[in-house]
């Protein structure tokens, strides 16, 4: 029977000695408790009920650079039982807000700060992204701003690529991308998930009435992108360190910790899960990969990688076969992918992101190498594009540098087929005329929707990639 | 209380079965003594229409049985009422005229029940009970909330068309039956005021009959309003007469105008598919609502559908699809009138409002000059002419006056009209007719907004205070895992006077008669405090609410003065 007005006060979730609330009368609003740091205050979710937790950020009433003043309501937060207008206890600059609109906060964490002038405010905006996961408990306080003022810390903050801001004034009334001259037309829920899924619409291809996108291709972007997406909203900051980016990968592994899933990983687990509601299957192939290899080594000193090659012999043979680069979005139709749009599954720390080779079928091999190594740069400087990474129609992954022999794949949600590439490896065969002999040999495994792509699809399209493999002077050309 | 327990002996019904507005016998509640004791505070001639509700049951029996005109008023007119289409309100004076004993006539020149009946309220109720259940059924995450496994729910879009259009038959015919049922004359043409106190009414191309009549009442409606530069085709640019043919579903379809209608389309086009991009000319959507409704409206009714919008635009021209080509909207700033955007989607609706219908009515026969469209009315619903003096026995009721728009409304002025010719003065109270929007959740609304409450106090000099409760703390709408919603009272802290009530909720729109029948009967805050409440019922909601209005002066003296029977 808890109405507004009959919120307890009492705050025993919150930290911190320095923290205070009280009621500003009928009214039912909270005052906000911050906590000094330097100049800078953090704002925390408040504790509404005496049962709340955790609140969800119905609105923000005050916009980040907003000046506030004692006792002005910022935010709207939900609390198990009702929603609350809380305000400000000090005065100050609305900094950073580092929990969205419609995101969840446990209480007691920070979901704004609050600079006390004007000009503590990029300072705040810059501790805000060091810290920017929205459950971090420990302030940021042994962390405090980059010192150093060669670095460009500010500036490469305040424009993060495309931050889900700039995406969300797009859904709200604007369409993007129409400065760049082509109007995007994409349906109200494409333009939501786009936003959802940080998918930038301008590079995706549109399979509704007209060529408008709609919802089932930004999945497929997304899905495409799988982990890549959350890696370009990474601030840069952490590019200009090598050694930071390393950071979170190796450092001590406490065992026996809990570790939440980073957005990245939230993103891998969505699209793994969403993967088992297409029924797939797999094709194993050997392919001899002796002539391959002597070309390679002839060719090698032109810059041209083995990943480039084996890129550019599946591109060939998916031109023969089309429906192995088709895909299928809804269960009842698919597409015929107008493009070859290879890509290729690279390990980056923390994850994985799959650059991808546009056009591979009629890009020249030396060309695509060049692009391979350009792509693999931006990827590894986490400077890839979304038009770089989400609109790839066919998938390879090559784990032979490992020594991998076979293995096989999952098919990413919103295409047609992937495949395993395992090592090549000089192997004893017996020969049609009934010698033995070495050969180096490469086990290739196919995973394919088989809503769309039959098994006779699968053994021709290999039978027609291990002729080009095992007769590449096609790919040269 | 012996109040739930002493209802008044049914009324016989001699109308079988019309399920609409049957105003037979009067439920009582707790507050009954307040009903009763019509408040004294209340403006003289404001009082509304509520006669002792005990004698109501045997007075509609007489009229029921005495049939037309007996105890007629009609000295040498061939009526005493005619009245001129047969909507809700029309339906709704007609039923009133015949229990004051007055020979009635209504004339139609389309068919019985008007745009609610036939292409309004109606018709869109029941698309909207299919796209509420369709809502529900789709939502895995509430359903297994609640342990319910359903799998795959689809519907068939003619069996939901269909019943749409079987509902609006079903309440024609009772209406009708209803009419014919009482006496009233039903004259088929279109009728047209020749004079004062003189009717013609005609099919086309047949020669007309003139008829007298002591007096007449204007209920010929609205029709759905569009603005020019929009081309309807019936088919990818309709307004809501077609939509709620629900001939296609379209896969993406543009609403312009986010009012009521809008919305609740919105409501059904999402559920059964649709995507929605509003087009608002206003910068916020939904401005005729409160504003702190109308922002829960966006979290609860907007944000997490498949819908967008633009605000603060026009649709200044709007092309059908053809050619393979898709339907174009040019929207252009509504301030500036530069071009913002052209929108390429399936279909467009244009639900920018609607327009009063009063054409043909004759009206320069009489001198009156129609403002937009409207027939100019004053507070008592006559009818006043271009000179600015009013026309001896015309009235005009409903959406041709333009008051309130709103079917219910047509009907309580029509009564309030009845009410005069038979002799008592009465003016209608528009603060206390409720207005209900059947998204999934409802909103509702009664009385002022909290703007337009602050704007008279500011002007009047008083004080307004508002009090809130949240469905989330009640028991009922938990238990339907509804605990989205909020209710807002706005009222006078020194007299405890409701100024308005605004719910969004589960069955909001059933919930605000409480708050609407409290505002007709100048029940305070103070008072209905004390009023029970079934528990747990979401009615509680409203309970709270009056609760935790804090009214400074104490309970109001008893206002009963005279026994009351019961």
Known sequence: ?477 | MQASLSLPPAAPRSDPGPAVFRRSAFRFCGLRREALGLRSLRPAGSTRIFRSPARTPSRKTVTAVSGNGIGSLSKGFDYDLVIIGAGVGGHGAALHAVEKGLKTAIIEGDIVGGTCVNRGCVPSKALLAVSGRMRELQNEHHLNALGLQVSSPGYDRQGVADHANNLASKIRNNLTNSLKALGVDILTGVGTIADTQKVTYGKVGFPDTEITARDIIIATGSVPFVPTGIEVDGKTVFTSDHALKLEWVPEWIAIVGSGYIGLEFSDVYTALGSEVTFVEALDQLMPGFDPEIGKLAQRVLINPRKIDYHTGVFAKKITPAKDGKPVLIELIDAKTKEPKYTLEVDAALIATGRAPFTKGLGLENINVVTQRGFVPVNERMQVIDASGNLIPHLYCIGDANGKMMLAHAASAQGISVVEQIGGTDNVLNHLSIPAACFTHPEISMVGMTEPQAREKAQQEGFEVSVAKTSFKANTKALAENEGEGLAKLIYRPDTGEILGVHILGMHAADLIHEASNAIALGTRVQDIKFAVHAHPTLSEVLDELFKSAEVNTGVSPPSVNEPVTV
């Not at chain 1, 705050?11 to 009214?27: H, N, W």
């Not at chain 1, 670095?151 to 931050?163: I, M, R, Y």
């Open chain 1, 1 to 477: 029977m808890a109405g507004v007005g009959q919120l307890h006060l009492g705050t025993p979730f919150l930290p911190s000695a320095s923290i205070r609330g009280r009621s500003s009368g009928g009214g039912g609003s909270r005052r906000l408790t911050t906590r000094i740091q330097a100049k800078i205050r953090e704002i925390f979710m408040p504790a509404l009920s005496s049962t709340m937790t955790e609140g969800k950020i119905v609105s923000w009433v005050r916009a980040e650079g907003d000046k506030l003043s004692k006792g002005e309501s910022v935010v709207v937060v939900e609390s198990d039982k009702a929603d609350m207008d809380v305000e400000t206890f000090y005065e100050g600059y609305l900094a950073a807000i580092m929990v969205e609109e419609g995101d969840v906060a446990a209480v007691g964490s920070a979901i704004a700060l609050l600079a006390e002038t004007e000009d503590e405010i990029p300072l705040a905006k810059s501790q805000a992204s060091s810290s920017s996961s929205p459950a971090a408990s420990p302030p940021a306080a042994e962390t405090p701003v980059p010192p150093s003022p060669s670095e460009t810390a500010p500036e490469a903050v305040s424009s993060p690529p495309p931050s889900p801001k700039s995406s969300q004034a797009a859904v709200s009334s604007t369409h993007p991308a129409s400065e760049s001259g082509r109007r995007i037309v994409a349906t109200p829920y494409a333009k939501k998930l786009a936003k959802d899924l940080k998918v930038e619409l301008g590079s995706v291809a549109g399979s509704g009435p007209m060529g408008r996108i709609v919802a089932k291709d930004v999945e497929a972007a997304a899905a495409v992108a799988a982990a890549a997406a959350p890696v370009s909203s990474v601030p840069p900051k952490s590019i200009s360190d090598s050694a930071a980016v390393k950071a979170p990968a190796s450092p001590a592994i406490q065992l026996g910790t809990v570790v939440p899933f980073t957005t990245m990983q939230g993103a891998v687990s969505k699209n793994m899960v969403e993967s088992l509601s297409v029924p797939t299957f797999r094709v194993g192939y050997t392919i001899t990969t002796d002539a391959l290899d002597s070309l390679y080594k002839k060719i090698k000193s032109k810059g041209v990688t083995m990943t480039a090659l084996l890129a550019k012999a599946t591109a060939l043979a998916l031109t023969k076969h089309p429906v192995v680069n088709s895909s299928c979005r809804d269960g009842k139709s698919f597409t015929y992918n107008s493009s070859i749009n290879i890509a290729v599954a690279v390990a980056i720390d923390g994850g994985l992101i799959t650059p991808v080779l546009q056009d591979a079928d009629k890009v020249d091999i030396y060309s695509l190498s060049r692009k391979w190594k350009e792509l693999v740069d931006k990827a590894r400087a986490k400077q890839l594009q979304p038009h770089e990474y989400n609109n790839g129609t066919f998938t390879l992954s090559n784990l032979g540098m490992f020594g991998v022999d076979r293995f096989d794949a999952i098919l990413p949600p919103g295409t047609g087929a992937i495949m395993a590439v395992g090592a090549s490896q000089p192997t004893v065969v017996a020969t049609k005329d009934g010698r033995i002999g070495v050969k180096s040999q490469m086990q290739v495994n196919v995973t394919a929707d088989h809503r769309v792509i039959y098994g006779a699809d699968l053994a021709a399209f290999l039978q027609t990639l291990a002729k080009i493999i095992e007769d590449p002077k096609e790919l040269t050309l």
